[in-house]
């Protein structure tokens, strides 16, 4: 799971070869901005199938919060 | 005029004001509804009864419908997202941040809501949380930016969402409004044009440096922060774009723009004040009754439309 997770990160921040793992933090490690994560949130949904209320978006602060957001909804 | 926006609000013409903080209070927001618009006032950090107040300020002076602005990151935001529905305002914009927990509320009460979006994919999200409209705005609006240009923007929107989208950032004429609805919005939102209106309540010297502003006036201040801002270029601009070419702290950038709206708006200060406005300001040249830009430009738009085909052989 977390290898196909950064995978989409790392596509869609056109960063190949950033280490990501689930502590990774969007904002601080990734410097993703919140238009970055309206798109990250899109490509999971599309991957996934799970529905992400932007509501929850706020919530999740690692790449551990969002695998475990999926897992759980998917 | 009659688009998807219009039918929406049942408002004449398909034109916002946008809903600018300190500047968008209930006088603007009225003309604006007055002469046919959305007028739209601005809550920005505003003490929630303070925001009531001027709702009701707003419904005394026009009966037109007019809109209100909220920055979802602000503490205050649930309050004033209640104080809209107890109000009956008719519609709100929102900006920084997801109106995705106040959408049932809003839905239940008959506000529109029309987030202010800044890509494609924040346009998606909005409309599956159920946008009844979405402003695009482009980076060359005044105040907080994005990074896509209003050009580029708003026919990826367009193509992307079915409900109608409101062209912003760069437009303050007929010209710019025949312009967006060639790129497929069905309405347009204008900002600095309405700062320089006469009904505005900003400071003289804010207005004037709008008159006289040029098309390479206005800068971008806090791309280093992620917040970043358009403002026209001032001593206030200068130093705090050499700090941020040094590497300085957000506290001591902080320290230059604290307030600093406030100042540019109120005090009229053109030295240490913020003068947010966008790269359009160059257009403007004369201050004029919202009624009279509101009517130009919607006469102009037609006009440009009209002349197309006689015009040029493509």
């Known amino acids: ?74 | 005029m009659k688009t998807k926006i219009t039918e929406l609000l049942q408002i004449e013409y398909p034109v916002f004001q946008g809903g600018m903080a300190w500047v968008a209070e209930h006088k603007l927001a009225a003309a604006v509804s007055n002469a046919g618009g959305l007028g739209i006032i601005g809550a920005a950090s505003a003490p929630p009864e303070v925001v009531r107040e001027e709702i009701r300020k707003c419904k005394e002076l026009t009966d037109k419908p007019f809109g209100v602005n909220i920055m979802l990151l602000n503490p205050n935001a649930e309050d004033v997202a209640k104080i809209v529905v107890e109000e009956g305002v008719k519609a709100v914009t929102t900006g920084a941040g997801n109106p995705g927990k106040f959408m049932e509320l809003w839905k239940n009460a008959g506000v529109k809501v029309i987030p202010v979006v800044a890509s494609v994919a924040m346009a998606k999200m909005m409309e599956r949380a159920g946008a009844d409209a979405v402003v695009a705005e482009g980076m060359e609006s005044g105040g907080h930016i994005g990074s896509t240009t209003t050009m580029a923007l708003v026919p990826q929107v367009v193509d992307a969402v079915s409900i109608p989208v409101i062209a912003a950032g760069g437009i303050a004429d007929g010209r710019g409004m025949a312009a967006a609805f060639m790129l497929g919005a069905e309405g347009i939102q204008m900002g600095t044009r309405f700062v320089a209106s006469k009904e505005s309540i900003v400071h003289e010297n804010y207005k004037n440096q709008i008159i006289k502003a040029k098309d390479i006036d206005s800068v971008v201040t806090g791309m280093s922060t992620g917040h970043p801002v358009r403002s026209l270029r001032n001593q206030m601009t200068r130093e705090y774009l050499k700090l941020e070419k040094e590497n300085a702290d957000f506290m001591e950038l902080e320290k230059l723009t604290l307030g600093s709206l406030r100042k540019a708006v109120q005090d009229g200060d053109t030295v240490n004040g913020t003068l947010m406005a966008g790269q359009i300001a160059g257009l403007i040249r004369r201050e004029q009754t919202c009624r009279e830009i509101i009517e130009e430009t919607v006469q102009q738009a037609q006009e440009c439309i009209a002349a197309q085909g006689q015009h040029k052989k493509i």
């Open chain 1, 1 to 74: 799971m977390l290898e196909k997770v950064a995978a989409i990160i790392r596509e869609q921040l056109n960063q190949e070869n950033v280490e990501i793992t689930e502590a990774t933090r969007f904002k601080e490690d990734l410097e993703v901005d919140s238009l970055d994560l309206f798109e990250l949130v899109m490509a999971f949904e599309e991957e996934y199938g799970v529905s992400i209320p932007s509501e929850e978006l706020e919530n999740m602060a690692t790449v551990g919060d969002v695998i475990r957001y999926i897992q759980e909804h998917a």
